[in-house]
C-alpha cells in the first residue's frame, strides 16, 4: 500500500493543523492506522492509532486531548487534527499502516514520506 502524508507547515503556538494520509494500493480496511513523528536528533514516536473501523482509538500521553485522529474509510484516508499545538510538537510527521496497532514503527508493514510540521513560540 503506498501512503501519502500531507497538510503540515508552520503554525504559531497555539494554532491548529489537521494532517491527512490518503492511501491507494490495497483494501484500505484490511489496516489498522498510525501517526507517528520524529524529531531531529530523536527517535520515531507514536503520536496516535486507530483501528481498522474506528471503534478503537489510542494516543500518546503527550497529545490526549489535543489531537484526534480519524478515518474515512469511503475515501481511504487518516486524519490527524491537532489543535493548542506546542514548539514541542515540532517534528515530521509519518502515518503508517499495518496489522495492530503497535508502539514501535518498525512493527507497521507501510509507511510513506512524512510531512513537516513546525511550531514557533
Known amino acids: 500500500v503506498q501512503l501519502q502524508a500531507s497538510g503540515g507547515g508552520l503554525v504559531q503556538a497555539g494554532g491548529s493543523l489537521r494532517l491527512s494520509c490518503a492511501a491507494s494500493?490495497?483494501?484500505?480496511?484490511?489496516?489498522?492506522m498510525a501517526w507517528f513523528r520524529q524529531a531531529p536528533g530523536e527517535e520515531r514516536e507514536f503520536v496516535a492509532g486507530?483501528?481498522?473501523?474506528?471503534?478503537?482509538?489510542y494516543y500518546a500521553n503527550s497529545v490526549k486531548g489535543r489531537f484526534t485522529i480519524s478515518r474515512d474509510n469511503a475515501k481511504n484516508t487518516v486524519f490527524l487534527q491537532m489543535n493548542s499545538l506546542k514548539p514541542e510538537d515540532t517534528a515530521v510527521y509519518f502515518c503508517?499502516?499495518?496489522?495492530?496497532?503497535?508502539?514501535?514503527?518498525?512493527?507497521?508493514?507501510?509507511w510513506g514520506q512524512g510531512t513537516q510540521v513546525t511550531v514557533s513560540s
Open positions: 503508517e499502516a499495518g496489522t495492530e496497532i503497535k508502539y514501535r514503527y518498525e512493527e507497521y508493514d507501510y
Open positions: 494500493g490495497r483494501t484500505f480496511t484490511t489496516y489498522v
Open positions: 486507530i483501528s481498522r473501523f474506528g471503534r478503537a482509538i
